[in-house]
């Protein structure tokens, strides 16, 4: 049940049905991961605000870690719009946005709502994929 299989990298057309609500809401998770990773780059290079950022939450080295996070939330974002491997891309989308969610708390302490840098938004998006996750669970569980 929790082993990855080769049937986890078919890409179904069941998967993009838009009658099913968990089809829309694991393709919009995939696609909100799409700004995060523009987020990092800026002209062709690393954004400089955002390695100041990394480097304030306490990664070190900051550039080796942006990259890290721009190929998580990449991987994940373009697993989730495909419907592959869904219970592990999103609970790696999730795990990704609870990292943000520390490094947002380092830089800035504690703050609720996105309007003033807080971290509400990752944390739904995060509670998101994990319910994506365990319904991808469920539905893999359905099929053995």
Not at 11 to 31: C, H
Not at 37 to 59: E, M, Q, R, T, W
Request: hydrophobic share 55%.
């Amino acid at each position: 049940m929790f082993g990855i299989t080769k049937e986890d990298f078919v890409i179904r057309a069941e998967s993009f049905n838009l009658k099913d609500p968990w089809n829309i809401l694991r393709f919009i998770s995939g696609v909100f991961m799409f700004p995060h990773v523009a987020s990092k780059f800026v002209d062709g290079a690393l954004n400089p605000g955002v390695i100041g950022f990394f480097a304030k939450a306490g990664f070190a080295p900051p550039e080796a870690w942006m990259i890290l996070a721009a190929l998580v939330e990449a991987g994940t974002g373009i697993a989730l719009v495909l419907g592959l491997c869904t219970r592990f891309a999103a609970l790696g989308a999730a795990g990704a946005l609870a990292v943000a969610v520390y490094a947002l708390h380092m830089v800035k302490g504690f703050g609720w709502t996105w309007n003033t840098g807080g971290y509400e938004y990752p944390v739904f998006w995060g509670i998101v994929c994990i319910a994506v996750a365990m319904n991808a669970f469920e539905r893999h569980a359905d099929r053995q």
